[in-house]
């Protein structure tokens, strides 16, 4: 089969790029010919989805939007499996060389901001169905930014990336929220939960450690919850009275803000510490994973998934985490962690989360092992697998069609 992978990025600016570094390899190690179509290829600080010589990549920025057409539509796909564009033009002329399997990664044609949260007079998830209606919420809630025109052009581009869903042959979705979240919106999505790859690397744990280890992992902005997990470490260091060392790793336009706190609150408290170090990945990524205790995830938006749990808990590692969007999906009360109330999310409700994983050894060993568990019940095989027949399915139906 061939199968053209259709993304706005080849560099690994988020989860999603990291999911189809692994999807291609695997793809074409099952045998399939699989093909790249991306719009633009930055930051050049970031590594790129890795491609072998043997798959042909078109870059829209580099070669223009028609070459680049033409170029897909040269190599022939059978289907088209696409992961969101900038332009919703180009993902409209894609769909017209072949039958297209969207996978949701985000809110994708279901909010004008993409983030579907709520900032005044609290930040909290937003359920509504996206609509015109819509901008009777966007400035008193502060869904985005307050400028009108920007408002006004993203609504006209989400409606177009809303109607262009519809058009899919297939509509997939990675967790039960975010398959709830389509159907809201009139699309019969089918769940195909993500996975984390395989790792032969485990968490090393000593029945009394010396000082807790507590990991963020993710970009750094507001919504992410960085804020509020440092204004929560007071509350949690008084009551496991342990040293806290904490890292947080990645980037963002937040990352001096919280430095800044960090700074602040390791010269009040002496038995707080922080690292700072920027994105990791690869081996690097593996041992600070290995090295830490918990992981934290205060986000404070309606994440899609939040990937960096199970990719986590493949090593032995639990979570605490606000209740929001796709981490229930994964994240169990007592199992592989603790959630916090997120309806509002509280600087209390996420300390009491932390607390409740690390104060008693034998519960947190339970959560260790739920966590490894959980996370190795997210099988890459049958992602692969079902991924593989769904598009079996598409081209079987597109060539049925064609006959009639």
Not at 134 to 157: A, I, Q, V, W
Not at 219 to 245: A, Q
Not at 280 to 290: K, P, R
Not at 339 to 352: K, Y
Request: hydrophobic share 40%.
């Amino acid at each position: 089969m061939r199968i053209a992978v259709v993304s706005w990025n080849r560099r690994k600016v988020g989860g999603t790029e990291t999911y189809l570094d692994y999807i291609i390899r695997e793809l074409t190690r099952a045998g399939h010919q699989v093909a790249f179509w991306h719009e633009t290829d930055e930051p050049l600080s970031r590594d790129q989805i890795a491609l072998t010589e043997e798959t042909p990549a078109w870059h829209v920025a580099e070669i223009g939007a028609e070459k680049a057409l033409a170029e897909l539509r040269r190599w022939s796909p059978d289907v088209i499996f696409s992961h969101g564009l900038l332009a919703p033009r180009l993902e409209a002329a894609t769909l017209e060389i072949a039958p297209g399997v969207f996978f949701g990664h985000g809110y994708y044609g279901t909010c004008i901001s993409g983030t579907k949260t709520w900032s005044n007079p609290t930040t909290r998830p937003c359920d509504r169905a996206f609509g015109p209606k819509c901008f009777l919420h966007f400035y008193p809630h502060r869904c985005g930014g307050l400028n009108p025109l920007t408002m006004l052009s993203e609504y006209r581009r989400q409606s177009q990336r809303l109607e262009l869903l519809h058009r899919y042959a297939r509509v997939l979705a990675g967790s039960e929220h975010m398959r709830a979240e389509f159907a809201r919106h009139g699309l019969n999505a089918r769940l195909v939960r993500l996975f984390v790859a395989p790792s032969s690397s485990t968490s090393d744990w000593v029945a009394e450690p010396s000082h807790w280890r507590i990991l963020f992992l993710g970009r750094m902005d507001r919504l992410k919850g960085g804020l509020s997990l440092l204004e929560s470490l007071p509350k949690i260091s008084s009551v496991l009275k342990r040293p806290l060392h904490v890292t947080f790793a990645g980037d963002g336009p937040d990352r001096e803000l919280w430095e800044r706190r960090a700074s602040n609150l390791r010269a009040d408290l002496k038995d707080l510490s922080f690292d700072f170090p920027g994105w990791v990945t690869g081996d690097a990524l593996e041992s600070l994973l290995a090295e830490s205790d918990l992981l934290a995830m205060p986000s404070l938006w309606p994440e899609p998934f939040g990937l960096s749990g199970p990719q986590a808990g493949l090593r032995g590692v639990p979570a605490a985490a606000f209740a929001v969007g796709g981490i229930s999906d994964w994240l169990k009360d007592g199992v592989n962690g603790f959630l916090a109330p997120a309806d509002p999310p509280t600087l209390q409700g996420l300390a009491d989360a932390v607390i409740k994983c690390l104060r008693d050894p034998s519960v947190y060993l339970r959560l260790r092992s739920g966590a490894a568990k959980m996370a190795q019940s997210l099988s890459e095989k049958d992602h692969v697998s079902e991924l593989i027949r769904i598009f079996e399915e598409v081209t079987v139906t597109t060539v049925q069609n064609e006959k009639r």
